[in-house]
Each structure stands twice: as C-alpha cells, then as structure tokens.
C-alpha cells in the first residue's frame, strides 16, 4: 500500500501579530489578515477606517488580502466599501462563513467593492485563494 503525504502550506503559516480590538481581533499573517468580528457589532465608516490602519500600518505597501471569518452575528453597511475599495495594497477579500444569511450579506457586499473578493464555507479554501491573489498582485511599493 502507499502513501501520500501533502503538507498544506496553510498549516506550516505562523501567525505574526494579533491586534485586539474592543470589536474584533485581527490576526496578521505575511500575505493575509484574518478578522473576527464580535457578536453583536455594527461594522461602521469608524470600525472600518480602524481596521484599514491597522492593515495598512502593518502592511507598509506590501500587497495583502482581508479575509473576514465570519464566527459571529454581525452587520456591515456597505458604504464601508468605497474606502476600502481605495487601499492600493489589498490584493482581495475574503468571507468565511457557512450561515447563510452572512452569505447573502456578503454576496450583496460584493457589489460594492472593486477588487477581489471570494466567499468560503471553510477558512482553509479562503487562505488558498488569498495566497493565490496575493500571489498574482504586484507590489505596490
């Protein structure tokens, strides 16, 4: 009998820095950052331009992907998106979620943002895809 053995490189990424906020956590990786929003939370204008410093202060103009693991019960206006739409460096975006209302939200925010943008059931096909985006965009720098 034989034996195949494949190490996904999803399971070999060390995570680099956790930011804490009151709203969510961000889980900083070299080519993505993994949000989970808390429970309950209203992803506001505010909430949003938070989360882009922090992703553009770590990043320096290196090209990234945000991916959103939806865990939790939480809005988005999808105003947020022109903004975000704006940051040169994101390569792509990223829903995790298996609830089928967060993925009828998402698919409606997807309208509203101009780069990249996939949905997942799981967070291991999300970070593949992130990695090949992230991959194919060049450096802004």
Same mark, same amino acid.
């Given at each position: *009998?034989?034996? =195949? ?5 999803? %399971? +070999?990424?060390?995570?680099? *820095? ?6 969510? @956590?961000?889980? =900083?990786?070299?080519?993505? /950052? #993994?949000? @989970?929003?808390?429970? $309950? ?6 909430? %949003?331009?938070?989360? !882009? ?7 320096? $103009?290196?090209?990234? /992907?945000?991916?959103?693991?939806? *865990? ?6 999808? &105003?947020?998106?022109?903004? /975000? ?13 298996? %609830?089928?209302?967060? #993925?009828? !939200? ?7 943002? &101009?780069?990249?943008?996939? @949905?997942?059931?799981? +967070?291991?096909? $999300? ?13 802004? &720098?």
């Amino acid at each position: *009998m034989e034996f =195949f053995y494949f190490f996904e490189k999803v %399971s +070999l990424t060390l995570i680099e *820095m956790i930011k804490v906020f009151d709203f969510c @956590i961000l889980k =900083f990786y070299d080519n993505y /950052v #993994i949000s @989970i929003i808390n429970e $309950g939370v209203i992803v506001s204008k505010e909430i %949003s331009d938070k989360i !882009s410093k922090a992703a553009i202060n770590y990043y320096q $103009g290196k090209p990234f /992907v945000y991916i959103t693991h939806r *865990m939790h019960s939480y809005s988005v206006d999808p &105003n947020i998106y022109k903004d /975000v739409s704006k940051i040169k460096n994101l390569a792509g975006f990223v829903v995790v979620s298996d %609830s089928k209302t967060s #993925i009828k !939200s998402a698919l409606l925010e997807k309208i509203f943002l &101009n780069k990249p943008f996939q @949905i997942f059931s799981n +967070l291991e096909d $999300g970070i593949l895809w992130a990695n090949n985006v992230r991959a194919m965009h060049k450096e802004t &720098n």
